[in-house]
T-cell receptor
Framework: GNSVTQMEGPVTLSEEAFLTINCTYT??????LFWYVQYPGEGLQLLLK?????DKGSNKGFEATYRKETTSFHLEKGSVQVSDSAVYFC????????????FGTGTLLAVQP | DGGITQSPKYLFRKEGQNVTLSCEQN?????MYWYRQDPGQGLRLIYY???????QKGDIAEGYSVSREKKESFPLTVTSAQKNPTAFYLC????????????FGPGTRLTVL
């Protein structure tokens, strides 16, 4: 079945450092891919998405490219801020009318000043 | 609030009692979802509904029930049959259809004493 694997955290970085959070997936067909962010005690917010191979999603300085050849959707940011500290979830929508999302286990990012 | 509200934010119940969590959306979206989140884990799908008066079980439906009498409302009841109900519950909405993103509410943290 469909699945998502994320790098385990926590990831601890200094402010202005480069961020990469790895995400790989297993899916049949052509899933849509998403990154969500969750701040403490809150719901999930959609950060970015990509719906087909080679698409690049971007938002608030974050980017991720849909790589079908490596089944990956790694999240990157060139210069992190303390306010980026949160849990990041990679997810896929496996297609079909139900639009069910399959989530990774999340990666905690802690940015230190 | 992303067009979706959940109430209350915190809920405490005694073991053996049923409890209903509210989820309301004001964007006329067809699809609604309930997820459960446990510490350090991703989200798991409990129930989903794509149309009024219709809903389907997700991956962990045992001990839960839902209704969809109105398009804007999708309440979740955690019954006494749910063996481990303490968790963070998240409701989401989507326009439905393949590959479309879901938008989440702020969540309800349920603690069963």
């Amino acid at each position: 079945g469909n699945s998502v694997t994320q790098m385990e955290g926590p990831v601890t970085l200094s402010e202005e450092a480069f961020l990469t959070i790895n995400c790989t997936y297993t899916a049949t067909g052509y899933p849509s891919l998403f990154w969500y962010v969750q701040y403490p005690g809150e719901g999930l917010q959609l950060l970015l998405k990509a719906t087909k191979a080679d698409d690049k999603g971007s938002n608030k300085g974050f980017e991720a490219t849909y790589r079908k050849e490596t089944t990956s959707f790694h999240l990157e940011k060139g210069s992190v801020q303390v306010s980026d500290s949160a849990v990041y979830f990679c997810a896929l929508s496996g297609g079909g009318a139900t639009n069910k999302l399959i989530f990774g286990t999340g990666t905690l990012l802690a940015v230190q000043p | 609030d992303g067009g979706i509200t959940q109430s209350p934010k915190y809920l405490f119940r005694k073991e053996g009692q049923n409890v209903t969590l509210s989820c309301e959306q004001n964007l006329n979206h067809d699809a609604m979802y309930w997820y459960r989140q446990d510490p350090g884990q991703g989200l798991r799908l409990i129930y989903y509904s794509q149309i009024v008066n219709d809903f389907q079980k997700g991956d962990i439906a045992e001990g839960y029930s839902v209704s969809r009498e109105k398009k804007e409302s999708f309440p979740l009841t955690v019954t006494s049959a749910q063996k481990n109900p303490t968790a963070f519950y998240l409701c989401a909405r989507s326009i439905g259809g393949r590959g479309n993103e879901q938008f989440f509410g702020p969540g309800t943290r349920l603690t069963v004493l």
